[in-house]
Nanobody, 119 residues
């Protein structure tokens, strides 16, 4: 059984930084495609960043280089470093893991971690 868990959310002032972590218990995250999504109240869930199993990264254009996704195999995590945070970054952030099991791929969602950017 695989469980995806996010951590690192919280309250931060505009211009501050947060580092979110995603881990998948029961699996090796180094083999996974990992995506970070966010969803604010009244809005659709949007893709923020992606790192493939081959460590190719992609970001939403609107981030303007403020976020960085990376993999830490020693910790079995994928992290999202968020810098220069803006109030519009306020949302629940979710980790989605696509994990290979044999010749099959399975998708797992974490329960989310809240990020609030406010003075």
């Amino acid at each position: 059984q695989v469980q995806v868990v996010e951590s690192g959310g919280g309250l931060v002032q505009p211009g501050g930084s947060l580092r979110l972590s995603c881990t998948a218990s029961g699996s090796v995250i180094s083999s996974a495609n990992i995506e970070w999504y966010r969803q604010a109240p009244g809005k659709q869930r949007e893709l923020v960043a992606r790192i493939s199993s081959g460590d190719t990264t992609n970001y939403a254009d609107s981030l303007e280089g403020r976020f960085t996704i990376s993999r830490d195999n020693a910790k079995n995590t994928v992290d999202l470093q968020m810098n220069s945070l803006k109030p519009e970054d306020t949302a629940d952030y979710y980790c989605k893991a696509e994990i290979p099991v044999g010749v099959h791929w399975f998708t797992y969602w974490g329960q989310g971690t809240q990020v609030t950017v406010s003075s």
